[in-house]
C-alpha cells in the first residue's frame, strides 16, 4: 500500500547552514505531497506542498520538489536560521484524497 | 479566527474510565481527521470523516470511537482508558477537495495521560 519513508533525526545544524530533510514515498498514481511543520507545544501547520510531478513546492525560504523519477519529495533550505527549530513532517493522501497519512517526522535544532 | 478548538488541552484518567475529547472547527470544512502523537513519533491516523453523517476507520482506531452528527464537531470518545492511550491527540480539518485537497489545519492538541 501506499507509505511514506522519512529521513530520522535529531538533526543538528549550525545557523546558515544548508539544510536537506529527505522524503520518499510509495504509492499508486502521483498525488499531492506536503510539507507540515510543529513548532514547539504547537500543532502542526502546512509548510508547503506540491500538487504534481516536477512542482517546486516553497515558504518561508524552504524548497522541495516532486521528483516522480526518485518518488522524492526533499525538503531544504539554503540558510536555516535559529527559529526553524522545530519537527518537519512529510504527507501525502493514503488511499484516498481523504486520508492523509504522515512520516515519522524529523526534530531540526539550529545552533546559534 | 478560531479555526479548530480541542477541549480539554490536559487530562489524566485512571485505567478503564471513559472520556470523550471535544473538537470544533469554524471553517465550514467537510473533512475532519483525529490523530494520536506519541512520544517521539509521528502521527498515526484514528478516525476520519468526509462529511455530516460519515466516519471512517484510520490506521489505529481499535479502542477509540467517534461522531460527526454536525459540519462544525467531531467528538472523539475512549470507553476503556488504558496506558497504552497516553498520548497528544490532533483535530484537523480542510476543505478536503480539488487544489485544497491535503492541507489540513490543526487544533493545539489535547495531551491525555492515563494511570
Known amino acids: 500500500g501506499n507509505s511514506v519513508t522519512q529521513m530520522e533525526g535529531p538533526v543538528t545544524l549550525s545557523e546558515e547552514a544548508f539544510l536537506t530533510i529527505n522524503c520518499t514515498y510509495t504509492a499508486t498514481g502521483y498525488p499531492s505531497l506536503f510539507w507540515y511543520v510543529q513548532y514547539p507545544g504547537e500543532g502542526l501547520q502546512l509548510l508547503l506542498k506540491?500538487?504534481?510531478?516536477?512542482d517546486k513546492g516553497s515558504n518561508k525560504g524552504f524548497e522541495a520538489t516532486y521528483r516522480k523519477e526518485t518518488t522524492s519529495f526533499h525538503l531544504e533550505k539554503g540558510s536555516v536560521q535559529v527559529s526553524d527549530s522545530a519537527v518537519y513532517f512529510c504527507a501525502f493522501p493514503y488511499s484516498s484524497a481523504s486520508k492523509i497519512i504522515f512520516g515519522s517526522g524529523t526534530r531540526l535544532s539550529i545552533r546559534p | 479566527n478560531a479555526g479548530v478548538t480541542q477541549t480539554p488541552k490536559f487530562r489524566i484518567l485512571k485505567i478503564g474510565q471513559s472520556m470523550t475529547l471535544q473538537c470544533t472547527q469554524d471553517m465550514n470544512h467537510n473533512y475532519m481527521y483525529w490523530y494520536r502523537q506519541d512520544p517521539g513519533m509521528g502521527l498515526k491516523l484514528i478516525y476520519y470523516?468526509?462529511?455530516?453523517?460519515?466516519?471512517d476507520k484510520g490506521e489505529v482506531p481499535n479502542g477509540y470511537n467517534v461522531s460527526r452528527s454536525t459540519t462544525e464537531d467531531f467528538p472523539l470518545r475512549l470507553e476503556l482508558a488504558a496506558p497504552s492511550q497516553t498520548s497528544v491527540y490532533f483535530c484537523a480539518s480542510s476543505k478536503g477537495q480539488g487544489e485544497n485537497t491535503g492541507e489540513l489545519f490543526f487544533g493545539e492538541g489535547s495531551r491525555l495521560t492515563v494511570l
Open positions: 506540491a500538487t504534481k510531478a516536477d
Open positions: 470523516s468526509v462529511g455530516a453523517g460519515i466516519t
